[in-house]
């Protein structure tokens, strides 16, 4: 029975990382990863069936972090209808995106731009989708505690959720600080609410 190590195991990730945002999944080569990681390249399929198992372990915590944070912030239990805050979004919820962002801009940036021949090569389209499903819950919840909204067409609510990954991919791709991003966030959230509550009439 092979052992193995939690340094070489550590040590592939850390070189395929930076193989992938240089070349993105497609051209990484595994025989360079294995180079750059001092592991025969024979001894590299011990530890990951192959390039796109690495390449997942990269890069799903990322994804798995934003749905699930897009989920929550849109659950019935963190939304209260009845005491909305200014622009729509408390300010933690901001500074946790921020920070989201921050400790996966890399992981984001390959996800959206360098993820073409893996199996997450879809991340936008399901990034989108998942934005997409959301809205509409949120929607049937806003009614739920509001009858009186109007409806917001399905397709305006795609459009918009494809716009949001959009503004993610500008803010992974730009060299922003935290306090631009903070400000962006801040125009935006103010410019959002202003058109969704007079879409909604709420």
């Known amino acids: 029975m092979k052992v193995l190590k939690d340094e070489i195991y550590e040590s592939i990730l850390s070189v395929a990382r930076q193989e992938f945002l240089c070349k993105g999944y497609k051209e990484a080569s595994m025989r360079n990863i294995a180079q750059n990681a001092n592991v025969g390249l024979s001894n590299i399929y011990n530890y990951f069936k192959n390039k796109d198992e690495i390449y ?3 890069v799903n915590p990322a994804k798995s972090r934003i749905f699930n944070f897009i989920t929550q912030q849109h659950s019935e239990e963190n939304i209260k209808f ?3 805050p200014p622009y729509g979004h408390n300010e933690d919820v901001i500074e946790y995106y921020i920070d989201l962002i921050e400790k996966h801009k890399e992981e984001y940036r390959l996800l959206l731009y360098c993820s073409e021949g893996s199996s997450v090569c879809n991340f936008r389209d399901e990034l989108t989708d998942h934005m997409t499903n959301v809205s509409y819950d949120y929607m049937a919840l806003e009614k739920k505690h509001n009858p009186q909204t109007n409806d917001i067409s399905p397709f305006f609510i795609h459009a918009v959720s494809s716009w ?4 993610l991919g500008e803010i992974v791709t730009h060299e922003l ?9 801040r125009e935006y959230f103010r410019f959002s609410f202003v058109g969704w509550r007079e879409l909604m009439q709420t």
């Open 164 to 167: 949001m990954v959009s503004i």
């Open 56 to 58: 997942k372990t990269v």
């Open 177 to 185: 600080d935290r306090q631009k991003i903070r400000e962006f966030f």
């Open 82 to 84: 009845n005491q909305i």
